[in-house]
């Protein structure tokens, strides 16, 4: 069982983690909205050759699928808080066999529900 100092010192890896990770995501979307305003506003800049609305797509592909990736992050964080917060006692066993994830790897991901 981890000791009331290992929780509090995930919970706060936790916190800050979810912090980070949103004010990423909310950078990458707000860069996403002025490229897009700036790309409709200025007719003139938009792609005209085949090659560069492809190349457009691609990274407007890339940003979502990393926006997805950062939004699933979040979730496995609030899961973590969740668990935390309702069963702390229990937090940090392995989903799979019941067993104490080591503390190493909650440092290291502090949501991770596996050994």
């Known amino acids: 069982m981890l000791t009331r100092n290992q929780l509090q010192q995930i919970e706060r890896r936790l916190l800050a983690e979810r912090e980070r990770t949103l004010a990423t995501l909310n950078e990458s979307q707000a860069s996403a909205a002025e490229g897009e305003l700036a790309r409709t506003s200025d007719l003139s800049e938009a ?4 090659a560069e609305r492809a190349s457009e797509t691609e990274n407007e592909e890339l940003e979502a699928e990393l926006a997805a990736r950062e939004i699933m ?5 609030d899961a973590a808080l969740e668990r935390l917060y309702k ?28 050994c």
């Open 47 to 50: 792609p005209t050759h085949v």
């Open 73 to 77: 992050q979040i979730e496995e964080i």
């Open 87 to 114: 069963r702390p006692q229990a937090f940090g066993r392995c989903e799979r066999t019941g067993q104490q994830i080591p503390f190493a790897r909650l440092e290291i991901v502090p949501w991770a529900r596996t």
